[in-house]
């Protein structure tokens, strides 16, 4: 079935470091949307990507999505203990249901101060 | 506005008991989903729902019934529960905003079943 892998499972970074999280899809993806999830909370939607090669900042977190619209990454700029959680990238395919989206496993960031 | 509310929020059950869930949402949203959020596995999709009355199957429906009867309420159904429906299920809403679908999900209801 389709698929949507995300890569790392963890991520461990000292306070200030850089961070990255990629996603990819075993089929092209009409878009893709990133949420994050704070431990013990519910996912809360960070932001949607549609255009091939499109590129959106949000303060210190950038999103890009593929020229191929199979892969897509989030990279947190200098991280603070904030950004701490487990980051999600969910896409949505080309004819399949509207709204439907299908979930990475997920980036657990965990930030040392 | 509440937004997504879900009930009940902790619940253990014996296996072959049965359980309904409530999932409900203020914000007219006529998109309703039900995943279930085990470690290491992300989110999967159970049953959907895109309007009232309408529902449809997801990743990973077997052992799970929903019913949609009004517009705001999204019902998740266990009829025998087994030790492998321990989980984490969250519901969430979302309405076209343009061409964003963006999801907002409910606290979730952790399952535990003994």
């Known amino acids: 079935g389709q698929q949507v892998m995300q890569i790392p499972q963890y991520q461990h970074v000292q306070e200030g470091e850089d961070f990255t999280t990629y996603c990819n899809s075993s089929?092209?993806?009409?878009?893709i949307q990133w949420y994050k999830q704070r431990p013990g909370g519910h996912p809360v939607f960070l932001i949607q990507?549609?255009?091939?090669?499109e590129v959106k900042k949000q303060k210190r977190l950038t999103f890009q999505f593929g020229e191929a619209k199979k892969n897509s990454s989030l990279h947190i700029t200098a991280t603070q203990t904030t950004d701490v959680g487990t980051y999600f990238c969910?896409?949505?395919?080309?004819?399949?249901?509207?709204?439907?989206?299908?979930f990475g496993k997920g980036t657990k960031l965990s930030v040392k101060p | 506005n509440a937004g997504v509310t879900q009930t009940p929020k902790f619940r253990v059950l014996k296996t072959g008991q049965s359980m309904t869930l409530l999932c409900a949402q203020d914000?007219?949203?006529?998109?309703m989903y039900w995943y279930r959020q085990d470690p290491g596995m992300g989110l999967r999709l159970i049953h959907y729902?895109?309007?009232?009355?309408?529902?449809a199957k997801g990743e990973v429906p077997d052992g799970y019934n929903v019913s949609r009867l009004k517009k705001q309420n999204f019902l998740l159904g266990l009829e025998s529960a087994a030790p492998s429906q321990t989980s984490v299920y969250f519901c969430?809403?979302?309405?076209?905003?343009?061409?964003?679908?963006?999801?907002?999900f409910g606290p979730g209801t952790r399952l535990t079943v003994l």
């Open positions: 990507l549609v255009k091939s090669g």
């Open positions: 969910a896409g949505s395919t080309y004819g399949g249901s509207q709204g439907n989206l299908i």
């Open positions: 089929t092209t993806l009409s878009n």
């Open positions: 729902s895109v309007g009232e009355g309408t529902t």
């Open positions: 969430a809403s979302s309405y076209p905003r343009g061409s964003v679908y963006e999801q907002f």
């Open positions: 914000m007219n949203h006529e998109y």
